[in-house]
């Protein structure tokens, strides 16, 4: 498996939830401590999208090659495209001592959780659909029937995130100022509780 290092920090949530914005300002603020899991995908890159920074960018083959191989952690295909995260891309974070951080859906959280990397899980929640309807069709990327798959996926993925045991936290993104303090006071809380559990374990070694 991937090798030790500090607990990863998973966040999912409905395409539209704010979960990029979230991810974005955290990694802003504490760029020594977080470092992002960059994901491959066989999608074409949009508009200003660099390979190796927003996606690892390849084709169906190579991914389905590098699979059987036993090189991801998670993978899944949404819209026709395949996306995943491979051991590679959490072990360059790990190896520079930074907090992992995995942005993936619902199909690669259950993947995560049956792997020994033990990651804090946060469900980022939109207000509510009619709201997520509204920030989908503001970005304007979309045609009606792509649209109304991810609004189809979106319905099912809340479904999952509020299922009792799926998540550590579901934030309710309804103000982003309140949703990233909640984000960050979580993230603080568990990394404080895992300091001093380091630091019992070393003390009782002594």
């Known amino acids: 498996m991937v ?21 974005k300002r955290l990694l802003k603020e504490f760029p020594d401590k ?3 899991s960059v994901s491959h995908t066989t999608r074409s890159p949009r508009p200003g999208e660099k390979n ?12 389905s090659a590098a699979i059987a191989r036993g090189e991801f952690i998670e993978t899944a295909t949404f819209s026709g495209n395949m996306y995943g995260t491979s051991k590679q ?16 859906e619902m199909e690669g959280v259950k993947q995560v959780k049956k792997t020994d990397l033990n990651p804090l899980l946060v469900f980022v929640m939109p207000p509510s659909i009619e709201e997520l309807e509204r920030r989908l069709r503001a970005r304007n990327t979309e045609q009606e029937d ?21 998540f550590h936290i579901i934030i309710l993104n309804d103000n982003l100022d309140k949703a990233y303090s909640e984000l960050r006071e979580f993230i603080s809380q568990n990394m404080e509780e895992k300091e001093r559990d380091d630091k019992d374990k070393n003390g009782g070694d002594n």
Do not use: W
Request: with cysteine.
């Open 146 to 166: 792509a649209l109304a798959k991810r609004l189809e996926t979106a319905r099912k993925e809340i479904v999952f995130g509020q299922e009792p045991g799926n």
């Open 3 to 23: 090798q030790k290092g500090p607990r990863p920090l998973v966040l999912c949530g409905p395409s539209g939830s704010g979960k990029s914005t979230l991810l």
């Open 52 to 63: 190796g920074v927003h996606y690892h960018f390849t084709t169906k083959e190579d991914m």
């Open 89 to 104: 891309a959490v072990d360059d974070v790990r190896c520079t001592g930074r907090i992992c951080v995995l942005d993936i």
């Open 34 to 36: 977080f470092g992002f």
